[in-house]
């Protein structure tokens, strides 16, 4: 594989669609990620996150050929990663439960930072609190977020993955943390 | 995950992948063509159809007389709107919109961003088709096999065909110069005595004669029973018109079956002997003095 690594994922993924082998490539690349966006949006039984993932990487090789080189890989596989998830939610008639919660501190300090919720709140919340509150938000704020604040995603790329306009996503993106903080303020009273 | 579960998960896939048979790139380049194909035949074709129908259909509809046909702007576009071409005309934008959304990079435009481009789209190639004529063959020839559609010319000529109101519609039959009057026979067959003795000269030699044939008349309707009317104004039913109606049978609209609200009792109101008080006299009167 050491001789791949100076190749970037959309020139693997185009010699990938001819030769079968370069694709554990990709799956080097991808899996701990992908893995850990699905559980994000909220499945947390790990053969399921596998089953999903799998599927996710067969439904990536099938489709290999139509890849957009125009687009990131990764915008392009993320984006098939959380259409999986989302069918998944559907087939099970599932909501997801809760959040992942194992860098949320990291996330929220981002987030904090982002909009002075402690200077604004004076609240000392914990990582936990995070956790707690985002699946409670409305699917479409909280996939935002996700993407933004946990998988570090710029708006271009959100725009890719959930295919929606650049504008939509500030919006969005901008909803989302106002109704974050209403629901920490909630939290605080 | 441990490197050793990676590796099995790894295996795992692949293994599947055998079995799996990628999808041809031509596939997924005639899926986008195909979206594409279809915004055009929805957007450039069926919108811009529907464009140079509502054109001609609004052009057409009698903007012009409507302070008498129907009292007020707001009746007028109640009564007249091509709702038929319009619904069509939204239908068409909205499956366009669905079509350019799924294309390659649709989804990168805002909805506002896609249906300005596409109503620009149909705009200008709705006013070229209308320009050729395209918008009339719509309206008229087409538009009348449409169910819950009425072409324009009908329109007008039903709002006409009003002698209640003071408007009536049809052919000169007949003039008679001494004692200023002439025969006129309707869009429904009926026969009327015209007075002409409140028409200005202008009316008698560029009117009458000029254009004898098919004319539409505001004045009053004396008696009902022997088809009397007294005429304040004339108007030929100009070009566009012109063949467009008058062959067709109309019946008059009373109160069975038309859908205007009346007017008040014109014989109240009204002086025979100089027009003055008819509803919509002076508008058009002054419209005609314009021209």
Known sequence: MQLFSDLTDE??????????????????????????????LGVFDKEEVEDILQDVFVKVYKNLQGFDPTLSFSSWIYRIAHN??????????LRPQGHYVADAEKVFLTLGSNFNLEKELDLKIKADVLAKVLPKLP??????????????????????????????????????????????????? | ????????????????????????????????????????IFVVFGGSLAVAAIAFHTRFSGWNFYPVTHGSVGIFLLDTLPYVWLLIFIAFLFIGYENFKNTKHGYR?????????????????????YSIGVGKFLDEDFGKHLPFHHPAFEQQLKAWQNPGRGLLTGNVVSINFEIKTFVLQDAAENFWQVDGSNL???????????????????????????????????????EEMRGHGLNRSFPICGESNCDLPPFPDQKEIFDPSSCEGLPGYDVILRMKTLK
Request: with cysteine; glycine share 4%; proline share 2%.
């Open chain 2, 200 to 238: 200005v000269e202008e009316d008698w030699q560029e009117v009458l004669l000029a254009e004898a044939g098919e004319l539409r008349l505001l004045g009053l309707n004396l008696s009902e029973v022997e088809n009397n009317f007294i005429a304040c104004l004339i108007m030929p039913w100009g």
């Open chain 1, 11 to 40: 020139e693997i993924a185009v010699r990938a669609s001819r030769e079968r082998f370069l694709f554990s490539a990709i799956m080097t690349r991808y899996q701990e990620r992908l893995g850990r966006y699905i559980r994000r």
């Open chain 1, 139 to 189: 699917k479409k704020y909280r996939e935002v977020l996700v993407l933004r604040y946990y998988e570090e995603k710029s708006y271009q790329e959100i725009s890719d993955i959930l295919r929606l306009p650049s504008g939509s996503v500030a919006t969005l993106i901008h909803r989302a943390k106002k109704l974050l903080k209403k629901f920490l303020k909630h939290l605080e009273e």
């Open chain 2, 109 to 129: 435009y805002s909805f506002a961003g896609i249906v300005s481009f596409s109503l620009l789209c149909c705009l200008i190639s709705g006013f070229v088709l």
């Open chain 1, 84 to 93: 999986e998830t989302m069918s998944y939610f559907r087939k099970k008639i």
């Open chain 2, 1 to 40: 995950m441990t490197l050793e579960k990676k590796e099995n998960f790894s295996e795992k896939v692949l293994a599947e992948l055998e079995k799996v048979k990628q999808t041809p790139a031509w596939k997924f380049k005639i899926k986008n063509l195909l979206f594409w194909i279809l915004w055009v």
